[in-house]
Nanobody
């Protein structure tokens, strides 16, 4: 059974930084593309960043230049480094795993990120 466990959320002032971590268990982590999504109150869940099995990355326009996604296959972990945080980044952040040739099929429980102005 594939399990994802996020950590690292919290309350931070605007302009601050946080690093989210997601540990994956129950599968061969290196075979999965990984992504971070977020959902703010009253809004749809959106993809923030993803990283392929080979390490290629993509970002939502709203976070380009501020967020960095990375992965450590030896630790079965994907990270999201978030810098220059803004109040509009406030959301629940979810880690997700995509098996080969499919979409995101496995999700974590989410971690709250709150950015105060």
């Amino acid at each position: 059974q594939v399990q994802l466990a996020e950590s690292g959320g919290g309350l931070v002032q605007a302009g601050g930084s946080l690093r989210l971590s997601c540990v994956v268990s129950g599968t061969i982590f290196s075979a999965y593309a990984m992504g971070w999504h977020r959902q703010a109150p009253g809004k749809q869940r959106e993809l923030v960043a993803d990283i392929s099995r080979g390490g290629n990355t993509r970002y939502a326009d709203s976070v380009k230049g501020r967020f960095t996604i990375s992965r450590d296959n030896a630790m079965n972990t994907v990270y999201l480094q978030m810098n220059s945080l803004k109040p509009e980044d406030t959301a629940v952040y979810y880690c997700a795993a995509a098996p080969p040739s499919t979409g995101f099929a496995h999700w974590g429980q989410g971690t709250q990120v709150t950015v105060s102005s």
